[in-house]
């Protein structure tokens, strides 16, 4: 029994898939590809994936992973190649390998967000971010099942810059918390700039670059 970790992008459409949803198309894109991959056993037996970190409803993704143990061998760029043909559009399998790191290994996340403010320049977005950023706070209350907590935002900010977009967007790039111990939505981060501003942006897009472990490194 050989495990690979399956890299895929998940943009346009396909970022509004649920993390539950997106088990049940890959897991029927491997059916459909007549891929060797070992089941769960029990009375509905379905493919083994591990996902390496579930992403926020909304977000693109440019590179995620899954592992799945096959019980026969496959050569991995065949791999690649017939699940492709079984993917809906905006999923899109980017490369497989074997896996190089734990999934516990991840603890960060880096991220863009690309603003816009109607009437305001580029610069003018990119001086308003700044001053949100200036403080030592950035609260925002960040809600769960059991409870509600208290947040400040510019402590979880691990590292950020800021960028353009060809189109004249301001792009924002942070890392923030994301992993088994502590997980950061950025969208928590736009309504702590529209809370701070207290303005709502006319673009706000976010997109999960990639997935980086403890010491910063890229996740593989």
């Not at 970022?15 to 459909?32: F, G, K, Q, V, W």
């Amino acid at each position: 029994m050989k495990q690979v970790r399956i890299w895929f992008e998940k943009k346009g459409r396909a970022r509004y898939i649920s993390h539950l949803d997106l088990n049940r198309t890959m897991a029927r894109a491997i059916r459909r590809a007549r891929l060797p991959v070992w089941h769960t056993e029990g009375f509905n037996p379905h493919p083994h994936i591990v996902f390496s970190l579930p992403a926020p409803l909304g977000i693109e993704c440019c590179r995620e992973s899954m592992d799945v143990r096959l019980i026969e061998d496959v050569p991995l760029n065949d791999i690649e190649e017939r699940l492709n043909a079984q993917l809906p559009e905006g999923l899109k399998i980017s490369g497989v390998t074997e896996p190089k790191m734990k999934i516990s290994a991840i603890a960060f996340a880096r991220y863009f967000l690309d603003f816009a403010f109607e009437g305001k320049s580029g610069d003018e977005v990119k001086s308003l971010l700044e001053q949100c950023l200036d403080g030592r706070e950035l609260i925002i209350e960040k809600k769960t099942k059991s409870k509600t907590a208290v947040l400040n935002l510019r402590e979880k900010l691990k590292d950020f810059a800021f960028d353009k977009t060809p189109d004249g967007r301001v792009r924002f790039w942070v890392v923030l918390p994301a992993g088994s111990k502590e997980n950061i939505n950025p969208a928590l981060l736009v309504l702590a700039f529209e809370r701070e501003l207290n303005a709502e942006f006319d673009i706000a897009e976010v997109t999960r670059e990639r997935l980086l472990t403890f010491d910063g490194k890229i996740f593989e």
